[in-house]
C-alpha cells in the first residue's frame, strides 16, 4: 500500500530565516506531487505541482520554491521566511501514470513563522 | 480564477439530523472529490464523481454531480458526532494535473 510521509510535523521560524519542508512516498512509482498550503479552517491554496524528476510548476508568485530530485520526493523551500508564509503546509500525490481523480494528502506540516 | 464556492460556510447541528453540503462553480470539471478534514490532519478522500448525475453513496453519505458537471452536493442522513470535521470540494479540470478546491464547510454535531 502507499504511505507518504512529510516532516517535520511542527516548525517554528524566525522571519528571514530558511526553510525547508520535505515530503516522501511509498509503494508507487512516477506519482504527481503537489504542495498546498491551508488558512485556517479553510481551503487549500495550489503552490506547486509536478508530474516528473525536475519538473515543477508554480502556481502562486511568492518567496517558496519547490523541488524534485528523486521521483517520490517533493521539497518545499524558502530562503527568507516571512510572517505571511505561516500556515499548514499539505504535500499530496496522485497516480502519474493513469488518469486519476483522486489525491491521498500527507498528515501536514503546521508552519509559524515568529 | 477557477473558484469552487461551497456552503454554507458553517453548520452545527443536533445529532439525527439531516444536512446538505453544496459545492458550486460557473467552471465545468471532469471529476470532482469530497474529502473530510480533522483538525491538525491532512484531509481524507471521501469519494470521486465522474459522471454528470452520477449519485454515490456511502453509508449515510450520498453525493451526487451535477447535470452540467459545475455543482456537486453531499448529504448526510442522520448526522453523527463523528461527521464532524471541515468538508472540502476539489474539482479536476480535463487535460491538467491541478486540483481546485472549494472554500470548505465546517459541520459540527452536537450530541
Known amino acids: 500500500s502507499q504511505t507518504i510521509h512529510q516532516w517535520p510535523a511542527t516548525l517554528v521560524q524566525p522571519v528571514g530565516s530558511p526553510l525547508s519542508l520535505e515530503c516522501t512516498v511509498e509503494g508507487t512509482s512516477n506519482p504527481n506531487l503537489y504542495w498546498y498550503r491551508q488558512a485556517a479552517g479553510r481551503g487549500l491554496q495550489l503552490l506547486f505541482y509536478s508530474v516528473g524528476i525536475g519538473q515543477i510548476s508554480s502556481e502562486v508568485p511568492q518567496n517558496l520554491s519547490a ?17 505571511s508564509d505561516s500556515g499548514f503546509y499539505l504535500c499530496a500525490w496522485a497516480p502519474g501514470l493513469i488518469p486519476s481523480y483522486e489525491q491521498y494528502f500527507g498528515p501536514g506540516t503546521r508552519l509559524t513563522v515568529t | 480564477t477557477q473558484l469552487l464556492e461551497q456552503s454554507p460556510q458553517f453548520l452545527s447541528i443536533q445529532e439525527g439530523e439531516n444536512l446538505t453540503v453544496y459545492c458550486n462553480s460557473s467552471s465545468v470539471f471532469s471529476s470532482l472529490q469530497w474529502y473530510r478534514q480533522e483538525p491538525g490532519e491532512g484531509p481524507v478522500l471521501l469519494v470521486t464523481v465522474v ?19 459545475k455543482d456537486s452536493s453531499l448529504h448526510i442522513t442522520a448526522a453523527q458526532p463523528g461527521d464532524t470535521g471541515l468538508y472540502l470540494c476539489a474539482g479536476a479540470r480535463g487535460g491538467t494535473y491541478k486540483y481546485i478546491f472549494g472554500t470548505g464547510t465546517r459541520l459540527k454535531v452536537l450530541a
Do not use: H, Y
Not at chain 1, 67 to 83: V, Y
Not at chain 2, 51 to 69: I, M, N, P, S
Open chain 2, 51 to 69: 459522471t454528470g448525475g452520477e449519485v454515490k453513496k456511502l453509508k449515510r453519505l450520498t453525493f451526487q454531480f451535477g447535470d452540467a458537471r
Open chain 1, 67 to 83: 523541488s524534485r530530485p528523486q521521483d517520490r520526493q517533493f521539497i518545499l523551500s524558502s530562503k527568507k521566511l516571512l510572517l
